[in-house]
T-cell receptor, first 115, second 113 residues
Framework: DTGVSQNPRHKITKRGQNVTFRCDPI?????LYWYRQTLGQGPEFLTY????????KSRLLSDRFSAERPKGSFSTLEIQRTEQGDSAMYLC?????????????FGPGTRLTVL | DQQVKQNSPSLSVQEGRISILNCDYT??????FLWYKKYPAEGPTFLIS?????DKNEDGRFTVFLNKSAKHLSLHIVPSQPGDSAVYFC????????????FGAGTRLFVKA
């Protein structure tokens, strides 16, 4: 399967704990995106990488959130000191090339539940 | 501030009939519009798109219409099939910063056999 993969698919944690999610994009894709989706809403943009450079961060991404893409391939999203409001589906997407019309391919998401 | 609005949370249609999903947007800087389909336990998948220089784009059973003056777009599915039952997200991108896709809240489509 050469699609976008995300691990883990589900994560349950206690408030205050740190969690880390991984995204493996489609191999030749140079752009990688993170989104968050809460119940009844569409995906909300969090951040975006072009190769290893993080080029944009949403205001939604508080200081407790950090994302990396160290070698321009896979990416990790870490949430420190989790809060109940962090409970959501975290989606990763990747795309090839530049410009407005590139298609973003989404992974299945990681569902985070903070107790 | 929701820049992309899908005001119908759900829609039920009989198999073989037309499904019409609607979307409104507020940002006149949006230049590219997309529809995504999402099944449970899967990520959204791209369905069809339209550039702001067009008013219609067709791909098989799926047609997207864009009315820029009304800031409105719609997705038509005809004929509807039970396999089309899913959540449909309308999305838009600004002409600058085109990497950032703004999604609506989604419409859940039920196609009854």
């Amino acid at each position: 399967d050469t699609g976008v993969s995300q691990n883990p698919r589900h994560k349950i944690t206690k408030r205050g704990q740190n969690v880390t999610f991984r995204c493996d994009p489609i191999s030749e894709h140079n752009r990688l995106y993170w989104y968050r989706q809460t119940l009844g809403q569409g995906p909300e943009f969090l951040t975006y990488f072009q190769n290893e450079a993080q080029l944009e961060k949403s205001r939604l991404l508080s200081d407790r959130f950090s994302a990396e893409r160290p070698k321009g391939s896979f990416s990790t999203l870490e949430i420190q000191r989790t809060e109940q409001g962090d409970s959501a589906m975290y989606l990763c997407a990747s795309s090839l090339g530049q410009g407005l019309y590139n298609e973003q391919f989404f992974g299945p998401g990681t569902r985070l539940t903070v107790l | 501030d929701q820049q992309v609005k899908q005001n119908s949370p759900s829609l039920s249609v009989q198999e073989g009939r037309i499904s019409i999903l609607n979307c409104d947007y507020t940002n006149s800087m949006f230049d590219y519009f997309l529809w995504y389909k999402k099944y449970p336990a899967e990520g959204p998948t791209f369905l069809i798109s339209i550039s702001s220089i067009k008013d219609k784009n067709e791909d098989g059973r799926f047609t997207v219409f864009l009315n820029k003056s009304a800031k409105h777009l719609s997705l038509h599915i005809v004929p509807s099939q039970p396999g089309d039952s899913a959540v449909y997200f309308c999305a838009a991108r600004p002409a600058t910063g085109g990497f950032k896709t703004i999604f609506g809240a989604g419409t859940r489509l039920f196609v009854k056999a």
